[in-house]
């Protein structure tokens, strides 16, 4: 099984930036797929996540400025995020979650990191 998260970087406040999740090893279609973020010092916290159903949800921190999707046929989650602020600096992780009756089945990427600079 392989998360593998790109596309961050430095980005000036009120830039955008796409992050991508290729995942591999599993059935990509039936996970619900998540992105969370980590700022140094702080804990890992929700960012969005999107179920095998397609419905979405957000952190009230970036709900209208942060968008997930995700393409079943490339195996990918994106997470399109606009209007930055330097409070969004962190790493990026995305995960994939799925529970079925013989347990709960969880993965995490590596991260990518994202600055954002005032």
């Known amino acids: 099984v392989q998360l593998v998260e790109s596309g961050g970087g430095l980005v000036q406040s009120g830039g955008s930036l796409r992050l991508s999740c290729a995942a591999s090893g599993f059935t990509f279609s039936t996970y619900a797929m998540g992105w969370y973020r980590q700022a140094p010092g702080k804990q890992r916290e929700l960012v969005a996540t999107?179920?095998?159903?397609?419905?979405?949800n957000y952190a009230d921190s970036v709900k209208g400025r942060f968008t997930i999707s995700r393409d079943n046929a490339k195996n990918t989650v994106y997470l399109q995020m606009n209007s930055l602020k330097p409070e969004d600096t962190a790493v990026y992780y995305c995960?994939?979650?799925?529970?079925?009756?013989?347990?709960?089945?969880?993965?995490w990427g590596q991260g990518t990191q994202v600055i954002v600079s005032s």
């Open positions: 999107i179920t095998s159903g397609r419905d979405t």
């Open positions: 995960n994939a979650v799925r529970s079925t009756a013989l347990g709960t089945q969880l993965y």
